[in-house]
């Protein structure tokens, strides 16, 4: 089992920013990607930032040149740092560790941003 725990979430104004963590912890060895979802109200998750174990990024275009993700993996935890933000970033953040075959989550943590 992997455990995720998030934090970082609040409420910030438009053109704020914000920095989320999440530490992984249990069977941690050979996870191969880590990243950030989200799910506003009413919608589906979407991928926000994923980075693998070779240090490869992926972001989703909504979210290209203001969010960035990075880990560390001495201390097995996953940052994303919000710069920029816009109201329609506002949803539940969500921590995600996949290690095959099992893709585990985090309890999610809120992000708020007020027009």
């Known amino acids: 089992q992997v455990h995720l725990v998030e934090s970082g979430g609040g409420l910030v104004q438009a053109g704020g920013s914000l920095r989320l963590s999440c530490a992984a912890s249990?069977?941690?060895?050979?996870?191969?990607?880590m990243g950030w979802y989200r799910q506003a109200p009413g919608k589906q998750r979407e991928l926000v930032a994923t980075?693998?174990?070779?240090?490869?990024?992926n972001y989703a275009d909504s979210v290209k040149g203001r969010f960035t993700i990075s880990r560390d993996y001495a201390k097995n935890i996953v940052y994303l740092q919000m710069d920029s933000l816009k109201f329609e970033d506002t949803a539940v953040y969500y921590c995600n560790a996949v290690r095959p075959p099992s893709s585990y989550w985090g309890q999610g943590t809120q992000v708020t941003v007020s027009s």
């Open positions: 249990g069977i941690i060895f050979s996870i191969n990607r």
């Open positions: 980075i693998t174990s070779a240090g490869s990024i």
